[in-house]
């Protein structure tokens, strides 16, 4: 599929959480800066993917807090709308799932009862848009180091690069758990994120180390201040009063 930007002004789904809203860049609300950095990232990425193997990725975070989840949805979302890829977006943290308040999915079964199911058929998820697909975390699941390690884990993820362009995790913090070191060693790259001014540096090396240097694409410094951006004033004024912040 061909990476063809679209350039038209982001508008939020209805079916996102309200209260999200403004950290989401298909946001009425959402500021320039914040949409042009993950749609950089994901100009990255998808360069990357032409030169390598790489259809898979898990994000994580050193500690809880630091916004791996909001980064995993942002990407999704940008290389999903503005680059109309096909996108998988799997809720892995099984412990403490977000993903399906963020989106407003209730109730629906997801990886936590199909990694316990009989069947090895990679689940349909929800259709979010036309190039989204969420697949939720499910049942909360408080030990769940041996599903997430198991063959089943393993062909579910094989069965999603083959129907997806990208299958982005949302994994566990690295930190202490060995779930998103689990998972790494089933995708093809990792993405850390680091939250700006509050990472700390012993903690960012413990998570380096835990999912293995080789494995790490790359780390997203997140929540930094728009004015401290370079360039800031030509993001505003490129996009207009309207989405100056």
Do not use: C
């Not at 002004?9 to 079916?15: K, L, T």
């Not at 030169?51 to 050193?62: G, Q």
């Not at 963020?102 to 069947?119: I, M, Q, W, Y």
């Not at 093809?188 to 998570?207: C, I, K, M, N, Y």
Request: hydrophobic share 40%.
């Amino acid at each position: 599929m061909s990476a063809v930007t679209d350039t038209s002004p982001p508008r939020v789904p209805g079916a996102f959480d309200p209260a999200e809203s403004e950290r989401l860049v298909l946001s009425r609300d959402a500021g320039p800066v914040l949409i042009e950095q993950f749609r950089n990232l994901a100009a990255v990425l998808n360069r990357t993917q032409k030169e390598r193997v790489l259809r898979s990725l898990v994000v994580t975070s050193p500690a809880p807090g630091d916004g791996k989840s909001h980064v995993a949805i942002n990407l999704a979302l940008t290389l999903s709308h503005s680059y109309r890829r096909r996108v998988l977006l799997i809720d892995a943290d099984l412990r403490r799932p977000t993903l399906h308040r963020l989106f407003n999915v209730h109730g629906a079964h997801g990886l936590s009862e199909a990694l316990k199911g009989e069947t090895d058929d990679l689940p349909d998820g929800v259709r979010i848009s036309e190039h989204l697909t969420l697949l939720p975390a499910g049942g909360p699941d408080p030990s769940p180091i041996g599903d997430l390690s198991s063959a089943r884990m393993v062909r579910f993820l094989a069965s999603a690069v083959d129907k997806y362009d990208w299958v982005i995790v949302d994994a566990p913090p690295a930190g202490g758990l060995a779930d998103a070191r689990i998972i790494a060693e089933t995708v093809d790259a990792a993405l850390l994120v680091v939250r700006a001014g509050v990472t700390r540096f012993p903690d960012l090396e413990e998570a380096a180390r835990a999912l293995g240097p080789e494995r790490i694409l790359g780390v997203v410094l997140n929540a930094v201040d728009p004015s401290e951006v370079q360039r800031e004033d030509y993001y505003g004024s490129y996009y207009g009063s309207g989405h100056a912040r």
